[in-house]
Each structure stands twice: as C-alpha cells, then as structure tokens.
C-alpha cells in the first residue's frame, strides 16, 4: 500500500514538473538578471530596484507601512532588496532541482504573496503583476502538495536513504507522501484552492474592479496628489505625490500657476524654469526622487516631495483665495486651495 502511494506521489510530481522548472526560473531570474547581468542592487546607479519598489507604494494592499518605511530609510532598504533578491535565488535553483521542494514551494507562495499585495495594481496594458501573483500562490500550493517527482534531488535522495529522510519533517520539507489521512488530505487540497481563488477574486475586484462596478488600471494615465499648499512671505510651499501612471516613466511637470478667484494667472512659471530647479527647492521623501529633467520636472511614480517656489510677487498678493495648478505635459492638471499664512 505505502510503495503504490509513494508511486502516485512520485507521478503528481512528474505532472508538476513543468511549472517547478518555469516558477523556479522565474525567480531564479530575477537573481540573475539584478547580480549577474546588470548590477540593479547599487543605489548609486540606474535601475536600482529599490526604485522599482517604490512604485509599489501608492496602492498597495495591506502592506503599505512596511513599504513606506522602507523608503523612507534607505540603508534598511537596501538590505531589504539584497536579501529578498538572494531568497529568490535560492528558492528559484532549488524548486528547478527539486531539492527541499515543500519547504521551497512555501517559499514560492510567500514571494508571490509579496509581489500580489505590493504591485497587483501595476500593469500598463494588462493585469501584469495580478497575474504573476495570483499564478505564483496557486503554482507554491500546488507543488506543496504534490512535493517533486521522478526527476529530482528529492527523489535521489529519498532513493539512495540518506539519514536526511529519517528525519520526521523530512515529508514536509522534502518530497514523498504526506504523513497524513487522505481524507484530510483531500480537505486540505479543496480549501486551499477556495481560499486561493476567493484571494484571486478579491485583489481583481480589488486591484481592477474586475468582477462588477467600473473597470479600472492605475497604470495608465498620470495622477498627481497635492497634499498640502502654503504661501507664507515670499515662499511658495507645496507637497506632490504621484500615486497612478506607468511605472517605467515619471509624469511630466511643464507649468505651476497660482490663480486668483477670477481664474487670473498671479504667478506662472514654465517647463524650462522647472527643468532649471536647484536641488534645496525639492525635498524629496522616498528613494524615488522628484528631479529636474531637460524640459520639465519629472515626478516618477510613487515619488513624494515638498516644492519651495521664492518670488516677491507672494508678498503683494491680497488675502483671498487662490489656487495652485499644476499642468501635466499630457494636459491633465491637479488643482489645490492654496493657505496664506
């Protein structure tokens, strides 16, 4: 009985084995393309992925403290990224060898957990990171329960008895038949899937309003959020944060006006003299930095930043109400009330 059972295990194996070698280098990937292509883990240089991080931050789902602390702190971060990239390593080489692959799988499930929660909503033209997470959990509990089959270093160990299967974990962490009743078994395998696809449902609902209500992508057009606005004296105070838009490329700052009640410009400065903006004017939040670019101000996409503006015409102005503008170089604009102090 227990040598037939051993068998069937060894076959849901063989029927896993495409999705170990496609999950597994998948992740795998992602080490080799930050450490060995390219060098993505130097802050100093283009690409670091802690940017790419911070992208993640506007619309996460659940997870949005830890990534704004992050950010915040940079060190912390940086050891943040070296060690998840590693993580990916190891968990990528060792689910295509099929090597620890229950243990591995939990890790597998846990990545993708990170990658739905943090970056579900991004996706220009489809539902791109949804997809990578929602198939990554179903693909780390489907490998948990079948473990790996004949074409594996489980197998191999499991074949030649070394005193590592001896171990009473060893069904658990490794591969071969659950130490548990098939009944059980079956339950567990029904509502895990349940819950994998009520998760599934949720975040699409969530993330796209994919299941009822409007369908929406953040990722498409630009939005900008203007926290707060001041004028205080000859100073011009406001923060932006850019929390929608694609996120390989920032939105572009072509004007800053500040209207009157009658919709008069009172002050208005163009792409070129943002473009020309000194760096203690910007007073960057994140990682992801607001910067002068050659004909705007680039804002990339998770980034948040007070502007100081100087100008002797705030000091002239009347007290009534004004509003800031600010122009997009798509034409979109974001308007905010403006305090005078």
């Known amino acids: 009985m227990n040598k037939i059972i051993n068998q069937s295990f060894s076959m849901a194996g063989l029927f896993t084995l495409s999705l170990r ?16 292509l390219k060098d993505k883990l130097d802050p100093e240089l283009p690409g670091y992925i802690g940017e790419k991080f911070n992208h993640f931050l506007p619309n996460a789902l659940g997870i949005k403290p830890i990534i704004q602390y992050l950010v915040e702190n940079p060190d912390h971060l940086w050891f943040a990224m070296m060690s998840f990239t590693i993580i990916e390593g190891i968990v990528g080489l060792f689910i295509m060898f099929g090597l620890f692959t229950r243990a591995m799988s939990v890790g597998v499930f846990g990545l993708a957990m990170g990658i739905l929660l943090g970056s579900g909503w991004i996706g220009t033209t489809c539902l791109d990171e949804w ?18 089959g004949y074409f594996s270093l489980d197998r191999y160990i499991m074949k030649k008895e070394f005193s590592i299967t001896k171990w009473k974990c060893w069904n658990w962490i490794g591969s071969g038949s659950l ?3 098939l009944n059980v078994y079956k ?8 819950m994998i696809l009520f998760m599934t449902l949720y975040t699409n609902q969530y993330f796209h309003g994919g299941l009822w209500g409007t369908l929406h992508n953040k990722s498409v057009k630009p939005k900008v959020e203007i926290l707060e606005a001041s004028i205080k ?11 929608e838009g694609v996120d390989v490329y920032g939105s572009f700052l072509i004007g800053i006006s500040v209207k009157n009640q009658k919709g008069n410009d009172v002050f208005h400065i163009d792409g070129e003299t943002l473009a020309a903006l000194e760096n203690d004017q910007i007073d960057n939040f994140y990682i992801a930095k607001v910067k002068p670019g050659k004909h705007s101000l680039i804002i990339p996409l998770g980034a948040k930043a007070t502007i100081n503006l100087n100008n002797n ?3 002239q102005l009347p007290r009534e109400d004004y509003t800031l503008v600010l122009t997009d170089i798509s034409g979109v604009t974001w308007k905010k009330e403006i305090k005078i102090k």
């Open 179 to 181: 130490p548990i009743n």
């Open 187 to 194: 339950r567990i395998g029904l509502v895990g899937a349940i």
């Open 233 to 243: 004296g000859s100073q011009l105070a406001f923060d932006v944060y850019r929390v």
């Open 131 to 148: 997809q990578i997470g929602v198939l990554g959990i179903a693909t780390g509990f489907t490998l948990f329960l079948s473990g790996s």
């Open 313 to 315: 015409k705030f000091n």
């Open 21 to 36: 070698l496609v999950v597994g280098w998948t992740y795998f990937s992602a080490f080799w393309r930050r450490l060995i």
